[in-house]
């Protein structure tokens, strides 16, 4: 995986790859916004070769925020694609430039790997707060029709 090495991000935290010991911090993150994360899938997606993952983390090491990153090869495209999968920040960490900065590193990644397409997915409601934050950050609201298996 060639992501950048711990790099400071806005004061107070920094942003660096993730790790396995992340893996509950990550999860708790997660489940906080009503996911359903586990350690396990966490383990499985660090170390997919199309897969990858930034925290922030605070002064003590400790995970405050993630973003996944996937990517790969799509036909109707014809490159690269990649999908910000999960993006999350603690909550006593929310309002703080954590996410933005997650999210400008996870836009930047995709940069270096030629993605001709990038998109974020929500499985939560799309609030004013969060299509105005997207919006902030270069992104639009797409028009595609999702279809679930159930």
Do not use: Y
């Amino acid at each position: 995986m060639a992501l950048p090495v711990d790099s400071k991000g806005p004061p107070g935290f920094k942003v660096r790859p993730a790790r396995r010991g992340d893996a509950q911090g990550i999860v708790t993150i997660l489940n906080e916004a009503g996911a359903q994360a586990d350690p396990q899938t966490f383990t499985w997606i660090i170390s997919h070769p199309e897969m990858e993952v930034l925290v922030a983390a605070d002064p003590l090491d400790k995970v405050i925020g993630v973003v996944s990153l996937s990517h790969r090869p799509l036909l109707k495209v014809g490159g690269r694609a990649a999908t910000i999968d999960e993006l999350g920040v603690s909550r006593a960490w929310t309002r703080k430039g954590v996410g933005h900065e997650l999210l400008k590193r996870a836009v930047e990644r995709a940069k270096v790997l030629g993605v001709k397409r990038l998109e974020v997915q929500t499985f939560q409601g799309v609030t004013d707060e969060l299509e105005a934050f997207f919006r902030n950050s270069g992104f639009e609201r797409a028009q595609v029709g999702v279809f679930r298996l159930k």
